[in-house]
């Protein structure tokens, strides 16, 4: 699986932003998807996870309200709808895939990664 993430930019505070992530390869419908994100200095977060069905999601607590994770298996493709953004929201955004159905808060869970797309969030 290959991903190719994108949609991300510069927005103000209280803005909304939609990331993307394209997936390549036969087995995205059978795996799980996450968004990960890693801000300046600090070490790469769970953000969101969505199983193979697009069922039950999981957020971390500091977005949890304001980010949504959903999939459209038929376009092989990921999103995070971003809204209320922060200024602490400012990271850059990587997508991941597990080549198991359900998802996983931690990064060692996860097979493949995409390429990153920075968020900045101004206030």
């Known amino acids: 699986v290959q991903l190719q993430a994108s949609g991300g930019g510069s927005v103000q505070a209280g803005g909304s932003l939609r990331l993307s992530c394209a997936a390549s390869g036969r087995t995205f419908s059978s795996s799980a998807m996450a968004w990960f994100r890693q801000a300046p200095g600090k070490e790469r977060e769970f953000v969101a996870h969505?199983?193979?069905?697009?069922?039950?999601?999981y957020y971390a607590d500091s977005v949890k309200g304001r980010f949504t994770i959903s999939r459209d298996n038929a376009k092989n493709t990921v999103y995070l709808q971003m809204n209320s953004l922060k200024p602490e929201d400012t990271a850059v955004y990587y997508c991941?895939?597990?080549?198991?159905?359900?998802?996983?808060?931690?990064?060692?869970?996860?097979?493949?990664w995409g390429q990153g797309t920075q968020v900045t969030v101004s206030s």
């Open positions: 991941a895939a597990r080549r198991f159905p359900l998802g996983s808060t931690g990064e060692a869970g996860y097979d493949y």
């Open positions: 969505i199983p193979w069905s697009g069922g039950t999601t």
